[in-house]
């Protein structure tokens, strides 16, 4: 997926979260701040599975009811290593962007999910 097409899911998402309408389903996760590499390699596995193929797009620094928050700063190749090494496989491939909404910087992960 290239990085225009990331960042137009981005901003649809913002906008539903605008609107306070439905966002999140099995390929869509907000998340307020980072999560431990266990639980987030958990939580991946779980979404690569009902995603059949399909990536899967991960919000850092957005929040269900408050909107855009920003992301909080991560060292993302240490965070990803650790989340890489709870896999028995092949982990999911992941291209990261940031993104400007409102002044604040969102982390948008994108895992393929395709292998």
Do not use: C
């Amino acid at each position: 997926m290239k990085k225009s097409e990331i960042e137009n899911w981005v901003l649809r998402i913002i906008e539903q979260v605008r609107a306070h309408q439905p966002n999140e389903d099995f390929r869509v996760e907000l998340k307020s701040e980072w999560i431990d590499p266990v639980k987030a390699a958990r939580l991946l596995a779980g979404q690569a599975n009902a995603a059949h193929g399909e990536p899967i797009l991960w919000l850092i620094g957005v929040n269900q009811e408050l909107g855009v928050i920003g992301a909080q700063h991560m060292e993302l190749a240490t965070w990803y290593e650790k989340v890489k090494n709870q896999f028995d496989g092949l982990a999911p491939e992941m291209v990261d962007q940031n993104i400007p909404v409102e002044g604040r910087t969102l982390v948008a992960l994108l895992f393929e999910t395709d292998r």
